[in-house]
């Protein structure tokens, strides 16, 4: 019999929920977004994300049930993110899975999100530990993390390097404010930058032999190039704008695009890695998985675009590994806001 795990995910804006079964199997994948409700802010506004999430939390989870086609009875363990994310969001997924898990009388699964972001590409339809094999060179990027890390083995990961400031997720949220564009900042930039001659160019951190990654600096560049232009904060508009946004936004994508991609494969030469799994939101970026697909030699795992973004799916396929660990925890499990992987 298939061991049937329930994901919530809540660390930030996506109330998502899913059933995976075997950590494998993606029998269903739920996201009830608050996009809209927060583009008109530019950015997420944590008490408003909490109390969405207190609203569309028993329809998602009832709506993932319906989609995989089981009941709450045929449910074998309940998983959740308990960190890191924001405070408030967490905590409403993490009480909606206790208060499941106690009902069904079933184990609870924390989960670490970043790791989350790893076990997505265990839904595709070869697993990375069979194909390429451990070890495994991880880069998640997201809104709030940019990290390198060695996968040694399941739970096992060696952190190598990690943004030391700006992560490039918000990193191209404030460059799209900058340009005038809308939110999240990564799809406008993509979008915007398509047709570009690349006649703009921006800086990049080296942070000269580490792992580490740093975006602020590009940030600044794209600010005073773009003030010495006239597009910030105005006055320039009409077809000449149009132009100076679209060049601008194709160089400061290629340069985080350029940076990730040279320090990912020079961290998997270093590390011996088999093959590279990337997760996260950003990854999502066309022009980044372009780019290391044609400079790597090795093999690069990458999900599809709605299992990169926060998803309950990636939640429940990590809770499987776990608990094939016996990794479960109790109904005194906390969130953990600010909490790390390796």
Same mark, same amino acid.
């Given at each position: 019999m298939?061991?049937? $795990?329930?994901?919530?995910?809540?660390?930030?804006?996506?109330?998502?929920?899913?059933?995976v079964? #075997?950590?494998?199997?993606?029998r *269903?994948?739920?996201?009830?977004? /608050?996009?809209?409700?927060?583009?008109?802010?530019?950015?997420?506004?944590?008490?408003?994300? *909490?109390?969405?999430?207190?609203?569309? =939390?028993?329809?998602?989870?009832?709506?993932?049930?319906?989609?995989?086609?089981?009941?709450?009875?045929?449910?074998?363990?309940?998983?959740?993110?308990?960190?890191?994310?924001?405070?408030?969001?967490?905590?409403?997924?993490?009480?909606? +899975?206790?208060?499941?898990?106690?009902?069904?009388?079933?184990?609870?699964?924390?989960?670490? &999100?970043? #790791?989350? &972001?790893?076990?997505?590409?265990?839904?595709?339809?070869?697993?990375?530990?069979?194909?390429?094999g451990?070890?495994?060179l991880?880069?998640?990027a *997201?809104? %709030?993390?940019?990290d390198?890390?060695?996968?040694?083995d399941? %739970?096992?990961?060696h952190?190598?390097?990690?943004?030391?400031?700006?992560?490039?997720?918000? +990193?191209f949220?404030? +460059?799209?404010?900058?340009l005038?564009?809308?939110f999240p900042?990564?799809p406008?930039?993509?979008?915007?930058?398509?047709g570009?001659?690349?006649?703009?160019?921006?800086?990049?951190?080296?942070?000269?032999?580490?792992?580490?990654?740093?975006?602020?600096?590009?940030?600044?560049?794209?600010?005073?190039?773009? /003030?010495?232009?006239?597009?910030?904060?105005?006055?320039? #508009?009409?077809?000449?704008?149009?132009?100076?946004?679209?060049?601008?936004?194709?160089?400061? /994508?290629?340069?985080?695009?350029?940076? =990730?991609?040279?320090?990912?494969?020079?961290?998997?030469?270093?590390?011996?890695?088999?093959?590279?799994?990337?997760?996260g939101?950003?990854? +999502?970026?066309?022009?980044?998985?372009?780019?290391?697909?044609?400079? *790597?030699?090795?093999? $690069?795992?990458?999900?599809?675009?709605?299992?990169?973004?926060?998803?309950?799916? =990636?939640?429940?396929?990590?809770a499987?590994?776990?608990?094939?660990?016996?990794? $479960?925890?109790?109904?005194s499990?906390? $969130?953990?806001?600010?909490?790390?992987?390796?």
């Amino acid at each position: 019999m298939k061991t049937r $795990v329930l994901g919530i995910e809540t660390s930030c804006d996506e109330t998502a929920v899913a059933v995976v079964e #075997e950590g494998r199997l993606l029998r *269903s994948n739920v996201i009830a977004s /608050q996009l809209e409700m927060h583009a008109r802010y530019g950015g997420i506004v944590p008490e408003v994300a *909490s109390r969405q999430h207190v609203l569309a =939390m028993t329809p998602t989870v009832y709506r993932a049930l319906d989609q995989a086609g089981v009941t709450l009875g045929q449910v074998d363990a309940v998983a959740v993110t308990h960190g890191p994310g924001l405070a408030g969001a967490l905590l409403v997924g993490l009480n909606a +899975a206790k208060a499941l898990a106690f009902t069904l009388n079933v184990p609870l699964v924390g989960v670490n &999100h970043l #790791e989350g &972001h790893i076990y997505a590409s265990w839904l595709l339809d070869e697993a990375p530990d069979s194909k390429p094999g451990f070890p495994l060179l991880c880069l998640i990027a *997201s809104g %709030g993390h940019t990290d390198l890390l060695l996968m040694a083995d399941h %739970g096992r990961y060696h952190l190598l390097g990690r943004t030391r400031d700006d992560a490039a997720g918000e +990193a191209f949220d404030k +460059a799209a404010r900058v340009l005038g564009l809308g939110f999240p900042g990564g799809p406008y930039i993509q979008r915007v930058a398509v047709g570009a001659t690349g006649a703009e160019w921006l800086p990049r951190a080296w942070m000269k032999e580490t792992h580490d990654f740093s975006f602020s600096g590009l940030k600044t560049a794209l600010l005073h190039r773009a /003030q010495v232009l006239g597009l910030y904060p105005g006055p320039l #508009e009409g077809p000449e704008r149009e132009t100076l946004v679209r060049e601008l936004a194709w160089a400061f /994508q290629e340069s985080v695009a350029d940076v =990730m991609v040279t320090k990912t494969l020079r961290a998997a030469r270093e590390h011996g890695a088999k093959g590279i799994v990337m997760g996260g939101g950003v990854i +999502a970026n066309a022009r980044l998985r372009e780019l290391i697909l044609e400079r *790597s030699d090795l093999p $690069v795992v990458a999900p599809p675009p709605v299992l990169c973004t926060d998803n309950g799916a =990636m939640i429940a396929a990590c809770a499987a590994f776990q608990l094939k660990r016996g990794q $479960v925890h109790t109904l005194s499990l906390d $969130v953990e806001p600010g909490a790390r992987i390796g």
